[in-house]
């Protein structure tokens, strides 16, 4: 058994102390900073021996409090030492906190359901209560139940963050899914053999609201009030429409994955975005690409379903052929041909490599599997190819088109 760990917003009534409180505990560790680095103290145990007494003259607080802003300013400055080490920032810079937060021990807070008992003195208690929807309340329901249990809670000056636990038993699968993550599509191969092709728009999304950001900003120059209410209406639109197409496509990939039994095996794309070095609008489109995101949503929710998880580096997983371990070489737009004679689109031969860096014995049949024409409609579609059927299944995805409302609008033609 393993636990798995999904942390929960909710919303809460605030009220003078909780500011006040979250005031004070930015001083608590921005205090402790200060000494670690007058007196070069790099432990979190030293840390709290130095600050304890001085700490406790200052603040009137639960010496738990000190703990935690311990806790957290060891951690920045370990963070920061090793950016000075890389040489990615000044060493007479160290950090700050800035923003209201608080990360409690937990001894400090009880988590009730509805609300918080947070301890700011020896028998002393302040209570917080939340504001939760359906989607929060599933989890209290459930923790009700005996099922999740609560983690380090985490508030901050709009959100409570809590940490919810579920112990679930990811065992080793028969079959694996490879996952291969791209700009404008998801495309998955099993050992079964299935083949699964996610096209979706995010790209397109992205294109479209950097336009729309340019063109606003040409407008200022005439428009400065029209400009500033354009960009207050559509800032946070091209945030909240991808990560909800995010969600979409994990949900899609973790279902199809647990209706099958498969586990999930992705590319470990850690510091790709160190390595992009391109023109100007490649680099552009390339660092606006929600790769990460879409990969968490995948792990988390796959996790919480009793489906492992696991990496391999991408290193020439799309240059080598899966059957020879020849050098491939490009044949039309998407193919890349071996050798050989071994031909296939190149994000089915970069999934098949996936599965064999992995130790998955890959069926033949997988091999001479094709994917069909690409489509490039604005549309979330998703289609399953397998050895005896094609399923093809589109969802209309309607906030995507949102931005193009706009700029019709704004030439001035009918939407």
């Not at 400009?227 to 949900?251: F, N, Q, V």
Request: charged share 30%.
């Amino acid at each position: 058994m393993v636990d798995v760990m999904l942390a929960i917003p909710f919303s809460y009534e605030k009220n003078e102390i909780i500011r006040g409180l979250l005031e004070d505990f930015r001083d608590m560790i921005n205090f402790c900073i200060e000494k670690a680095i007058e007196n070069n103290v790099t432990s979190y145990a030293k840390l709290r021996k130095l600050v304890y007494e001085e700490w406790k003259q200052r603040w009137n607080y639960s010496t738990h409090f000190c703990h935690s802003a311990c806790k957290i300013a060891s951690s920045m400055l370990k963070s920061w030492r090793k950016k000075v080490r890389k040489r990615e920032t000044k060493s007479d810079r160290p950090p700050k906190a800035k923003k209201l937060f608080i990360r409690f021990d937990p001894q400090l807070v009880k988590f009730e359901g509805d609300r918080l008992r947070i301890s700011i003195k020896p028998r002393q208690f302040v209570y917080v209560h939340l504001k939760y929807g359906e989607y929060q309340r599933k989890f209290i329901e459930e923790w009700r139940k005996g099922k999740l249990k609560v983690g380090e809670i985490t508030m901050n000056g709009e959100k409570v963050i809590i940490p919810f636990r579920k112990e679930v038993d990811l065992t080793n699968p028969k079959d694996w899914i490879a996952i291969d993550v791209n700009e404008s599509n998801v495309t998955a191969v099993s050992s079964n053999p299935h083949v699964l092709r996610i096209e979706h728009g995010l790209r397109t999304i992205h294109t479209t609201y950097f336009e729309m950001r340019r063109r606003i900003q040409k407008l200022s120059k005439y428009k400065p009030i029209t400009s500033k209410r354009l960009m207050e209406k559509y800032s946070g639109r091209e945030k909240k429409i991808t990560h909800d197409l995010c969600h979409k496509i994990a949900r899609i990939i973790v279902d199809f994955a647990k209706e099958h039994g498969f586990g999930i095996i992705m590319e470990d794309l850690n510091g790709i975005r160190n390595k992009i070095r391109y023109n100007k609008n490649l680099n552009r489109r390339l660092h606006s690409w929600n790769f990460r995101k879409l990969q968490f949503f995948i792990e988390y929710k796959a996790k919480l379903n009793g489906i492992p998880v696991v990496y391999v580096k991408p290193h020439k997983t799309s240059s080598l052929c899966p059957i020879c371990g020849g050098k491939l070489a490009p044949n039309g737009q998407r193919l890349l041909k071996c050798k050989c004679g071994y031909e296939n689109d190149r994000d089915v031969i970069a999934c098949l490599n996936m599965l064999r860096m992995r130790g998955v014995p890959v069926p033949p049949e997988c091999l001479s599997m094709k994917l069909g024409e690409r489509n490039s409609s604005r549309w979330l579609n998703v289609t399953v190819y397998s050895l005896n059927c094609l399923e093809e299944r589109t969802a209309y995805y309607s906030m995507y088109f949102a931005a193009t409302t706009f700029e019709k609008r704004y030439n001035g033609e009918d939407a």
